[in-house]
């Protein structure tokens, strides 16, 4: 598990536990009736305490020694990533007996380690247990085990060797090349299938906190769910949201879920809406470093969106010659739909997923990319080999594309795990 964490403060109320509890009701009208093919899990009764919680779930229960051994006694240059929970660590264990390996043997772990002064605490590490060990998703992060012992909370991770998709949009380096158009679509598909996977009317779930520095990647770039330390069950019955405190990270949280605390499956459709437009203009949600009137993203490119003559001017350069005008306008207008002040018009989870394949899958994704004010005619492109080519410009001539991650010649290029800095945040 690649680790890219925020620091996030949250503020609950002394009875709330942070584990979800199925007796909350809603009418679940708002959930998308994701089908859950491609997954495998059984939900028991949720459970009311932590020792019922523990034993229920399908997870290894490592002692802090053997932790202590396959991390290498947590030393400094194992770290991964930190955060508002603490460090992240890379260590090593026997595939078959989960004990401590040496290093570079044996199957490759993440274990993330509960910094007890830090802004994230017991509930939500016994939360990401209680979801992570019920559910086993293709687009869900797998949570082999955990340690309890003491005062140390650990969680041990599969090993995600391309780290969080936060890092590949916006930090720049040997590492981490821009991520190709095509790459940009199967993240996003894979991270809305996740999302669609806990929107399920088997699952119903809402995740919470669904940002960059969560969706982390395998080697071969399929996206995965993590960190559900702030994930709630969603409505049931006939009450059409759940009440919560406000939490999360500034920027990707839905208006009405910050104005009011009404949490539905809508709100985590909001929070894609952002993720998505953060892929397609390589600009994070929130960037003081920006000019005046383009430090909120979403203030920002809304009126570039929906229309198809100006929705180039929002679109990451690295992207150049990678994608048709007609394209990108779907993938911006799909973004625009999710950002939706009024969460009824936000399509749900399921529909996302559909029309992202759609795009992924469209013949014109090999299409160059024309500034339409130069007065250029986008070239026809039939097949999808030629993304390389270069982007014609009229006014300086052609210039060779910027190589993105996914190129040729790139497929084997490894992430590190440079420390994230902090997102801007907010609690209630």
Not at 145 to 173: A, D, I, Q, S, T
Not at 250 to 274: C, I, K, Q
Request: glycine residues 8%.
């Amino acid at each position: 598990m690649g680790i890219c964490l925020s620091a996030r403060i949250k503020a609950e109320s002394p009875w709330h536990t942070g584990v979800s509890s199925r007796h909350v009701s809603t009418d679940g009208s708002s959930l998308s009736g994701s089908n859950s093919k491609g997954s495998s899990f059984s939900i028991p009764p949720t459970p009311r305490s932590e020792g019922e919680i523990l034993q229920s779930c399908n997870l290894k229960n490592f002692s802090y020694f053997d932790l202590k051994m396959a991390t290498r006694n947590f030393r400094p240059d194992s770290v991964l990533g930190e955060g508002g929970f603490g460090s992240v660590y890379k260590g090593w264990i026997d595939e078959n007996s989960f004990a401590a390996a040496k290093p570079g043997t044996g199957m490759v772990i993440a274990v993330k380690r509960l910094n007890l002064e830090g802004f994230q605490g017991h509930k939500e590490w016994l939360a990401e247990v209680n979801y992570l060990g019920q559910f086993y998703h293709p687009h869900l992060v797998k949570l082999i085990g955990y340690c309890l012992e003491e005062e140390h909370r650990l969680l041990v991770y599969e090993f995600m060797p391309r780290g969080c998709l936060e890092n590949h949009l916006f930090r720049r380096g040997s590492h981490f090349q821009p991520l190709s158009w095509n790459l940009r679509l199967k993240v996003a598909i894979g991270a809305a299938k996740g999302l669609a996977f806990l929107h399920s009317a088997e699952t119903k779930v809402i995740y919470r906190d669904f940002k960059t520095s969560n969706i982390l990647l395998d080697s071969h770039y399929n996206a995965k769910l993590s960190d559900f330390g702030l994930a709630k069950d969603g409505p049931t019955g006939d009450k059409s949201h759940v009440s919560t405190r406000v939490m999360g990270t500034y920027g990707y949280a839905a208006p009405e879920y910050m104005a009011t605390g009404h949490l539905t499956a809508r709100s985590d459709v909001y929070s894609f809406g952002v993720v998505l437009l953060e892929m397609l203009s390589g600009r994070r949600a929130m960037d003081k470093n920006k000019p005046s009137g383009e430090h909120n993203l979403v203030e920002w490119a809304k009126p570039f969106l929906a229309n198809k003559r100006k929705v180039f001017r929002i679109l990451d350069s690295h992207l150049e010659g990678q994608y048709s005008l007609d394209v990108a306008y779907k993938a911006a207008n799909l973004a625009l739909r999710c950002l939706s002040a009024e969460p009824k018009f936000r399509p749900n989870m399921d529909e996302v997923v559909k029309e992202l394949e759609r795009l992924h899958d469209s013949k014109e994704m090999g299409n160059t990319h024309s500034d339409p004010v130069a007065g250029a005619k986008p070239r026809r492109r039939s097949d999808s080999k030629e993304m390389g080519n270069t982007h014609n410009d009229p006014a300086a001539g052609a210039k060779p594309r910027r190589r993105s991650a996914g190129d040729a010649g790139n497929e084997n290029t490894a992430a590190a795990y440079p420390r994230p800095s902090s997102s801007p945040l907010y609690t209630k």
